[in-house]
């Protein structure tokens, strides 16, 4: 009569078990997605740049994760603060992602009131273009240079996103620094300053040049002024002002449109699946299907990826005294 040890037997309760654990021990990397939802979170309302963009990566990072379903949720509000203290505060397992507008880089420098994130600490992913700024005048205007504009005798109305977009920060700080006659708008989103425009209810905007391109194109407003990008057909505005505080913030406006069109997680993704996240974001930017429907809607698609982004959200962060204070006084500027 065969006898079974107890040791015998204990080892091979460990190996069963051990069997049974297998498939869990496997979930990782780009494995742990299969058969999971991922949530992406665009912080503003459907329509505009940033809707598209955020539902191009989620579409094509779903296509690289293969198992896993990519939903699109919307969370607007108080210029893309709502949709990235969501994002933030969400559990860090991989499976919530999402993109914001680089403003927040601004908010977070000032210390602003309703900022519950560090951008820091999130998890990056990666950026998907290099966006130069824009100033966009209606082509039912008569002002058809920054001259014009800042010769105007009576301020003229110009849209923003909410308090604390980049939209907000960029245009009450150069509203300040050169004087101009401008009323702020705020609370846009999507492509509701277009429509606006349109109405005849704004006379201009500063914002990213691929939101507007397409804007312009069908005759509807005018560019008379970029910060930085390569472009040729519009005056660089540093070339237009010499008030050296202006200058200089133009400076940092130029450096934070090489920063567009972002998309981060929550700190603490575990490595394994951050690494997958990235692999899929990067072969999304790659996927020449991704790269032909960003074109055929005005949008470029210049991306950067993972850690190097991280650094350069590190040197934004990383701002002078005076640079500071001149953003706190354009948000204390109501």
Do not use: C
């Not at 700024?133 to 205007?141: A, E, F």
């Amino acid at each position: 009569m065969l006898r079974t040890s107890r040791p015998l037997l204990a080892a091979g309760f460990l190996a069963a078990a051990g069997m049974a654990a297998s498939p869990s021990l496997a979930q990782t990397g780009a494995d742990f997605y299969k058969g999971k939802t991922v949530t992406y979170i665009v912080s503003t309302a459907p329509g505009g740049g940033y809707d598209l963009y955020g539902r191009l990566v989620a579409e094509y990072m779903q296509k690289y994760l293969p198992g896993s379903t990519f939903v699109v949720k919307n969370v607007p509000g108080a210029g893309h603060l709502v949709g990235t203290n969501t994002l933030y505060a969400s559990k860090g397992d991989g499976l919530t992602i999402g993109t914001f507008n680089t403003g927040l880089i601004y908010n977070q420098i000032i210390g602003l009131e309703g900022v519950k994130f560090d951008l820091n600490k999130m998890s990056w992913i990666g950026k998907a273009a290099s966006d130069p700024r824009i100033v966009v005048i209606s082509s039912d205007s008569k002002i058809n240079s920054f001259k014009d504009l800042a010769e105007q005798k009576q301020p003229i109305n110009f849209s923003t996103a909410g308090v604390g977009s980049a939209a907000y920060v960029e245009t009450t700080v150069l509203l300040n620094v050169l004087n101009l006659p401008i009323k702020i708008q705020s609370g846009y989103n999507g492509n509701d300053d277009q429509l606006a425009m349109r109405r005849g209810e704004i006379t201009g905007t500063i914002a990213s040049r691929s939101s507007w391109q397409q804007f312009v194109d069908n005759g509807y407003g005018r560019f008379i002024a970029q910060i930085g990008g390569n472009d040729k057909d519009v005056p660089q505005l540093s070339t237009l002002v010499t008030e050296p505080t202006a200058k200089a913030f133009i400076a940092l406006v130029e450096s934070q449109g090489d920063l567009s069109r972002l998309t981060a997680g929550p700190p603490d993704i575990p490595a394994d699946r951050l690494a997958a996240l990235r692999d899929a974001y990067r072969k999304a930017m790659a996927d020449p299907d991704l790269q032909q429907k960003a074109l055929k809607g005005g949008r470029p698609v210049e991306p950067g990826f993972g850690e190097d982004v991280a650094r350069k959200i590190q040197t934004a962060l990383a701002q002078p005294p005076k640079t500071i204070l001149l953003l706190k006084e354009a948000m204390a500027a109501k």
